[in-house]
């Protein structure tokens, strides 16, 4: 089932609401509209990443890393809008596919919770004791 994309204004402002994870190349801002109708996702790249010729090469980057590799973990059912860094440009295809991947598996996880790691100061003090 393909992903739709967002187009109006109002769209992207709902997704704000949402979670929200950062990445090396982007951040994504994901809203649960509560459906089960396919994933929606909108780019946005801001002036500051770069001049529109670079902004487009960007837009194309993900998008297609999007068509290729990680419209399959994107859940039904959620808005995704990925706000693009200027790293994006320059990114190996495949690393920014797998970001955008891991990024939308983990928007899809309800409610996850972080454990420890296992080898922080505290486990190594109580080791040693």
Known sequence: MA????KKRTEFLAARRGRRLNGPFFFIEALDRGD?????????????????????RIRRRLREAIRLEAEADMAPGIDYVVVA??????APF??????LRLRFARMAEPNRKRTPASNSASDRRSRSD
């Open 3 to 6: 992903a739709k994309i967002l």
């Open 36 to 56: 089960d109708r396919p994933a929606r996702f909108g780019l946005t790249v801001t002036r500051k990443v770069g001049n529109a010729v670079e902004r487009n």
């Open 85 to 90: 860094r200027r790293d994006v440009l320059t």
């Open 94 to 99: 495949t690393v920014l596919s797998q970001e």
